[in-house]
């Protein structure tokens, strides 16, 4: 796996990210509570050098879960839409093979739900935006977990710390958060 030498000022991040896609205000999530603020994960994940710096983060996360399984990762997943971008520069970042779950199979050409090739046993981690209860990264899961794939670990962006950790991890996928909205500077509602 490729190593990245730079070094991430993790406060400096989390501040660029919170200024990019914290938003207040009303808002309907998509558990359908309501919430006063909004963590708009396609304010950060458009942004290059945002996206470099996660890079080193993911790949840092994926080192360590690397060593707490024994084992190496053969793949990366994430799902439409706002995971692309993330499992692609945590890919790039890491030298792995990236993996798309759609949130539903396409009714077109190949009518797959799943983009990239998954070997049976591979073990892939999946990397998600913004978790708040892990519903549908859990969705996305039980689609890699269907074509044979082991998936021991999901790492997010943010955690709204909301369930998702309870969630996920009673699910048995570890689960790992390279920032929660206290780092971001969110109180609780």
Known sequence: ???SNTTIDRKQLAASIAQASLLRGTFTLRSGRTSSYYLDKYRFSTKSEILKQLGVCFEEKIREIEQDLGCKVDQLAGA???GIP????????????TIFVR?????????????????????VIFIEDVAT???????????????G?????????????EGARENVEAAGVAFH?????????VEDD
Do not use: C, S, W
Request: glycine share 12%; aromatic share 2%; net charge neutral.
């Open 1 to 3: 796996m490729p190593t």
């Open 80 to 82: 439409e839409l706002g």
């Open 86 to 97: 993330l499992v692609t520069v945590a890919g790039l970042t890491t030298g792995l093979t």
């Open 103 to 123: 949130n539903a199979k396409k009714d077109y050409g190949t009518a797959k739900q799943v983009e990239g090739m998954i070997n049976k046993g591979d073990t």
């Open 133 to 147: 209860t892990g519903g549908q990264a859990l969705e996305a899961v039980e689609v890699l977990k269907a074509l």
């Open 149 to 161: 794939a082991k998936v021991p670990a999901m790492i997010t962006v943010i955690d709204r710390q």
């Open 177 to 185: 958060a390279l920032f929660t909205k206290h780092d971001l500077g």
